[in-house]
């Protein structure tokens, strides 16, 4: 069965520590996206990509960056990690194989991520 | 700014009673408006999505409904049950970008 996995499931680093973190997905979705989680804001949008060597910010994207170098992948990357970007993190693919409004988003399970 | 807002942020009932969870957005050019449950620890599972041109969808004993005018949606949740217990997101897609809302927390007691 198609899936979308994400690893590390939990993580912890130092503040400053360059982090990478995977979204591997297997539906082979056009669009991939990435996602915080924090208590009183639901989930925000990061970074997204509808497509190989495309990639656009999201509504809170300093600090992170993405690349696109297949279908498959998004990995998030936290240049110098911070205190405040402690959250957790989600993964999501949708194909948009039909007409705009029609797909719904795949989510990963989550990567718990602690910033000391 | 495209705003999500959900009431109440958390909710207590009876097992078998119905309620309804209230979800309303500020900018109504959306696409859809998807209602997904959340449970400790996990991701995100997709419930119902409504189109911006219908007017509700159901799938058993949930029930969306869109007001694209008012610019609001409800989930009604028939029968509840303990296993309903779960945190409940509305997102409304604007252009295959989904803006979230903060949640419902639900706990149906037995």
């Known amino acids: 069965d198609a899936e979308i996995t994400q690893s590390p499931r939990h993580k912890i680093t130092e503040t400053g520590r360059q982090v990478t973190l995977a979204c591997h997905q297997t539906?082979?979705?056009?669009?991939m996206f990435w996602y915080r989680q924090d208590l009183g804001h639901g989930l925000r949008l990061i970074h997204y990509?509808?497509?190989?060597?495309?990639?656009n910010k999201g509504e809170v994207s300093d600090g992170y960056s993405v690349s696109r170098s297949n279908t498959e992948d998004l990995p998030l990357t936290l240049e110098s990690a911070a205190s405040s970007q402690t959250s957790v993190y989600f993964c999501?693919?949708?194909?948009?194989?039909?007409?705009?409004?029609?797909?719904?988003?795949?989510f990963g399970p989550g990567t718990r991520l602690t910033v000391l | 700014k495209q705003e999500v807002t959900q009431i109440p942020a958390a909710l207590s009932v009876p097992e078998g009673e119905n309620l309804v969870l209230n979800c309303s957005f500020t900018?109504?050019?959306?696409?859809?408006l998807q209602w997904f449950r959340q449970d400790p620890g996990k991701g995100l599972t997709s419930l119902l999505l409504?189109?911006?041109?219908?007017r509700e969808q159901t799938s058993g004993r949930l029930n969306a409904s869109l007001d694209k005018s008012s610019g609001r949606s409800t989930l009604y949740i028939a029968a509840s049950q303990p296993g309903d217990s779960a945190t409940y997101l509305c997102?409304?897609?604007?252009?295959?970008?989904?803006?979230f809302g903060a949640g419902t927390i639900l706990r149906v007691k037995s």
């Open positions: 900018d109504s050019a959306i696409y859809n």
């Open positions: 990509s509808y497509g190989v060597q495309d990639t």
């Open positions: 539906w082979n979705h056009n669009n």
């Open positions: 409504i189109q911006s041109s219908q």
């Open positions: 997102a409304v897609e604007y252009g295959n970008k989904l803006v």
């Open positions: 999501a693919s949708s194909g948009s194989y039909g007409e705009i409004g029609t797909d719904t988003q795949y």
